[in-house]
């Protein structure tokens, strides 16, 4: 199947992130074998979920070393979005082509898949290996369990192309997600009795603003980045829920933070100063008002940030191959880090433009995916 057909078939699976996405890696899986080629799956522990990863040998049938072709196969909701047709169903209109994933980031898969037999073809000294997970766009919760058995089995890729939207651009740097649930438990009480209460909203309210002078001290203060557009680190609150009624001290208030970190940026260290402030400062006065006053935070999804080295041979080889030495760093979050954090040098190179994903009528143009085809091709040539 050409490019196009394969991205007809991937966007065609509602693989969004609440979903199984079984159907589509063993749709894949199926066709590999097909080809001769073997693909091991990386369940989640309820097994609805499953990451792929195949190895296409070199000539001389070895599969260590070589290059990672890496993509995400869970896509955002849709929920709300006004769409001019059927998210699920890929539509070409002057040389776009239409549909949920078609930019984040079933583009580069498809153009990966297409070229198997090629690869298969040549007389490729170093293999080739595909890794296609599951559960990237909610905190990249699936390819750590890949990435385990990669270890375990022992297969030391030599570096590896995270083909998220960049334009066929080469990125070299982005930086770590970090999310936390916060519960704060206080006591209710009628609102005429408000010293017999505890008020869980107004205890959280005060840890949300020191998370937002944590905030304002890294936009203040740095560390730096001017490659970024947003040259710092940020922390911000984007959920909150709590109390019961207009008359009622608040027993539970619910809220979740972020932040995304420079790398080099340690992010247990940002994290303990929001934890050294419950601990020190807020519950002493909560437990002053009700004993059994208590703050839980959990870690949510979590990314590391990726700083490749300009050193690294794949660094060197997609530049070349792309013909592109700007140095370019995001804000968004990749997978990148996690192989690069198992020591497999990473960049981010692929098809599509981040403005177009997870938006309604999202969309890959026809000349991006030409494009990848042909940094995939000469990919291949070069091993």
Known sequence: MNARTWLETLVG?????RNSNLALIETVRDWLKGQGVDAWLAHNPERTKANLFATLPAADGNQQGGIVLSGHTDVVPVDGQDWATDPFKLVEKDGLLFGRGSCDMKGF???????VPEFLAMPRKKPIHLAFSYDEEVGCAGAPYMLADLLERGIRPEGC?????TGMQVVVAHKGINLFRCK???????????????????????LICRIRDLADSFKAKGPYDQFYDVPFSTMTTNQIRGGIAVNTIPELCEFTYEFRNLPGMQPDEIQAEVEKYVREELLPRMQAEFEGARIDIETGAAAPALEASEEA???????????????????????AGLFQGIGIPTVVCGPGHIEQAHKPNEFVALDQMASCETFLRRLGQSL
């Open 109 to 115: 898969i498809a153009g990966s898949l297409a070229l």
């Open 184 to 206: 704060v438990h206080g006591k209710a009480a009628h609102s005429s009795l408000t010293p017999r209460g505890c008020n869980a909203i107004e205890y959280a309210a005060r």
């Open 13 to 17: 699976f509602d693989t969004t992130s």
């Open 161 to 165: 192309v995270v083909g998220e939207p």
């Open 313 to 335: 041979a794949i660094t060197q080889l997609v530049r070349a191959l792309t013909e592109d030495r700007t140095t370019r760093k995001v804000a968004y979050g990749t997978e």
